[in-house]
């Protein structure tokens, strides 16, 4: 069955507005996806007709909110093949997901000078808060290699490990280099030595099927917004049996069962991690989002974007002067790269004037930045309602401007 492009692109109104009197082209989908009608629908039809704060609420709105909430974590949990709905929590985003962790696995599980593992290739949040709780509990982060594809190096990251490895961290895409890590494998040797392992999914999910069981993870965290979501509303997921043990993340209604001056007992699974009034509206859209993903098909989606990805980097592998940042074998729809000794910044600013939007800068990765011996990249990545034409247009685009300099 041929990919229905037109169809996608026609689900999506802002693709078809212009920039500079251009049309857009928008491949700056690893920081956020644009949303299609479907999911812009569910936000607008929950406020007209459902509104009401969840849970508890004995009248019709209030349970009507509550049933779209907790049929969105159903939803999110068959998305990803968790075993029980206990595990998925829902946050604000990957940030979150990750501060979670970082404070509530940490305050529990982490003594100083137990070890942390982390790769050069972390967005800096899955590196900030775990040198916050270094600084609140002495532990110690250390730092998985990788090759100059940008391949981790799985020997040294077997020596890493010692008696006092407790978690290891790894993003499951690279939102700089697109490398796809061995997810599964990385997780073996983790448990062989006694640790655990967290997956940052905010670059996978969007693209391939991810199941938690098959990649033996026992958290793993994404975003709403980068997979055509609301932004605001992400997901942690977490093994129940590690859940359950975990310190809360924040305190206040909902994720309590009692609370008296003297002591308070906590709610059960995944409220206990939910503090607050959770963005009901934002799961119900984000359910809407997976809906839609998958009424396209994950399998079709991988197929078109890394064909697409492959046809960049060969186009744009002819330009003099082009260094393309990460070819490792398995490699997902992000494009990083530097031409000549012209700066990102110039380089994306020129671009946006022909209606192309990239981004530029350190991708929030300064530690691979400095690994890449760099101060920045640009950086093109690409969705599901990506194509080749403007792909060609980029690379025009790119020609025009390197001609300049
Ligand atoms: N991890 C990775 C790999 C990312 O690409 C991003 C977003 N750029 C994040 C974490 C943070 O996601 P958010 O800003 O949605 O919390």
């Given at each position: 069955?041929?990919?229905?492009?037109?169809?996608?692109?026609?689900?999506?109104?802002?693709?078809?507005?212009?920039?500079?009197?251009?049309?857009?082209?928008?491949?700056?989908?690893?920081?956020?996806?644009?949303?299609?009608?479907?999911?812009?629908?569910?936000?607008?039809?929950?406020?007209?007709?459902?509104?009401?704060?969840?849970?508890?609420?004995?009248?019709?709105?209030?349970?009507?909110?509550?049933?779209?909430?907790?049929?969105?974590?159903?939803?999110?949990?068959?998305?990803?093949?968790?075993?029980?709905?206990?595990?998925?929590?829902?946050?604000?985003?990957?940030?979150?997901?990750?501060?979670?962790?970082?404070?509530?696995?940490?305050?529990?599980?982490?003594?100083?000078?137990?070890?942390?593992?982390?790769?050069?290739?972390?967005?800096?949040?899955?590196?900030?808060?775990?040198?916050?709780?270094?600084?609140?509990?002495?532990?110690?982060?250390?730092?998985?290699?990788?090759?100059?594809?940008?391949?981790?190096?799985?020997?040294?990251?077997?020596?890493?490990?010692?008696?006092?490895?407790?978690?290891v961290c790894v993003a499951h895409v690279?939102?700089?280099?697109?490398?796809?890590n061995?997810i599964a494998?990385m997780a073996?040797?983790?448990?062989?030595?006694?640790?655990?392992l967290l997956a940052d999914g905010a670059?996978s999910v969007?693209?391939?099927?991810v199941?938690v069981?098959?990649l033996g993870c026992d958290f793993l965290t994404f975003?709403?917004?980068?997979?055509?979501?609301?932004?605001?509303?992400?997901?942690?997921y977490?093994?129940?049996?590690?859940?359950?043990?975990?310190?809360?993340?924040?305190?206040?209604?909902?994720?309590?069962?009692?609370?008296?001056?003297?002591?308070?007992?906590?709610?059960?699974?995944?409220?206990?991690?939910?503090?607050?009034?959770?963005?009901?509206?934002?799961?119900?859209?984000?359910?809407?989002?997976?809906?839609?993903?998958?009424?396209?098909?994950?399998?079709?989606?991988?197929?078109?974007?890394?064909?697409?990805?492959?046809?960049?980097?060969?186009?744009?592998?002819?330009?003099?002067?082009?260094?393309?940042?990460?070819?490792?074998?398995?490699?997902?729809?992000?494009?990083?790269?530097?031409?000549?000794?012209?700066?990102?910044?110039?380089?994306?600013?020129?671009?946006?004037?022909?209606?192309?939007?990239?981004?530029?800068?350190?991708?929030?990765?300064?530690?691979?930045?400095?690994?890449?011996?760099?101060?920045?990249?640009?950086?093109?990545?690409?969705?599901?309602?990506?194509?080749?034409?403007?792909?060609?247009?980029?690379?025009?685009?790119?020609?025009?401007?390197?001609?300049?300099?």
């Amino acid at each position: 069955m041929t990919y229905p492009i037109d169809d996608i692109r026609a689900d999506f109104p802002i693709l078809s507005r212009e920039v500079y009197g251009r049309p857009l082209v928008y491949l700056d989908n690893a920081a956020t996806t644009q949303k299609p009608r479907a999911v812009v629908e569910a936000i607008a039809q929950e406020y007209y007709s459902v509104n009401a704060n969840v849970h508890r609420g004995v009248h019709f709105l209030s349970q009507q909110t509550t049933t779209l909430h907790e049929e969105a974590r159903e939803r999110v949990r068959a998305f990803i093949g968790a075993q029980s709905v206990s595990e998925i929590v829902f946050t604000r985003g990957t940030t979150e997901s990750l501060n979670l962790v970082a404070t509530s696995f940490g305050e529990t599980f982490l003594q100083e000078g137990d070890e942390v593992l982390l790769t050069v290739m972390e967005h800096h949040s899955d590196i900030v808060p775990w040198q916050l709780l270094r600084e609140r509990k002495g532990i110690v982060i250390k730092v998985i290699p990788m090759n100059d594809a940008g391949v981790l190096d799985m020997e040294a990251y077997e020596r890493l490990f010692t008696p006092r490895t407790r978690l290891v961290c790894v993003a499951h895409v690279s939102n700089v280099l697109g490398t796809v890590n061995p997810i599964a494998r990385m997780a073996e040797v983790a448990h062989a030595h006694g640790a655990y392992l967290l997956a940052d999914g905010a670059q996978s999910v969007p693209h391939f099927k991810v199941d938690v069981q098959a990649l033996g993870c026992d958290f793993l965290t994404f975003s709403g917004h980068k997979i055509y979501g609301p932004t605001g509303i992400g997901v942690l997921y977490g093994r129940e049996a590690l859940l359950e043990q975990m310190q809360p993340y924040q305190g206040g209604g909902e994720m309590i069962a009692r609370v008296t001056f003297e002591k308070t007992t906590y709610e059960r699974l995944p409220y206990k991690f939910e503090a607050g009034t959770p963005d009901y509206v934002g799961s119900h859209a984000l359910a809407a989002a997976i809906d839609y993903v998958e009424g396209i098909g994950m399998d079709r989606i991988t197929a078109q974007e890394r064909e697409l990805t492959k046809y960049a980097m060969a186009r744009m592998a002819d330009i003099p002067g082009m260094q393309l940042y990460g070819t490792a074998p398995d490699k997902d729809a992000v494009v990083a790269f530097n031409v000549k000794d012209i700066h990102p910044l110039d380089l994306g600013t020129l671009l946006d004037r022909l209606g192309i939007a990239i981004r530029t800068g350190h991708h929030c990765a300064q530690p691979l930045m400095a690994r890449c011996g760099v101060e920045g990249m640009a950086r093109a990545s690409f969705a599901l309602y990506n194509t080749k034409e403007e792909i060609d247009t980029f690379v025009a685009g790119l020609e025009r401007v390197v001609k300049m300099f």
